[in-house]
């Protein structure tokens, strides 16, 4: 069993690159089927003006479930190898898949 403060403690690695895509930030869940929908992680978009996240919303990354390949003991494997990175959906989340 992994406990969610678990696997927010693991590293997210791009295999279709070997970018580090970093830690968990949050974890959508749908509570009517009780599964994860998704991860999400902080965005590393362009930044500019911002000062950690007061003066501006930063994008994320949200990788759906099925993107994920393999949960480590010290890491989390996804492949995003197809990767919609302009798509912008509704309160600065960036689609990814």
């Known amino acids: 069993m992994v406990k969610i ?3 927010r403690m693991r590293e997210v690695i791009n295999i279709a ?8 930030k949050d ?6 089927e009780g599964r994860i929908n998704a991860i999400i992680l902080p965005g ?3 930044g500019g003006g911002r000062f950690m996240g007061f003066l501006g919303r ?4 949200v990788v759906p479930w099925q993107k994920i390949r393999k949960i480590g003991i010290d890491v ?10 302009g798509a912008e959906l509704h309160g600065g989340v960036k689609e990814t898949w």
Not at 17 to 24: A, K, N, S, Y
Not at 27 to 32: G, Q
Not at 76 to 85: F, N, Q, T
């Open 44 to 46: 590393h978009g362009g």
């Open 76 to 85: 989390i494997l996804v492949d995003l190898s197809y990767s919609v990175r």
């Open 58 to 61: 930063e994008e994320e990354i």
């Open 5 to 7: 403060s678990d696997l």
């Open 17 to 24: 690159d070997g970018r580090r895509l970093g830690p968990i």
């Open 27 to 32: 974890i959508d869940i749908n509570l009517e």
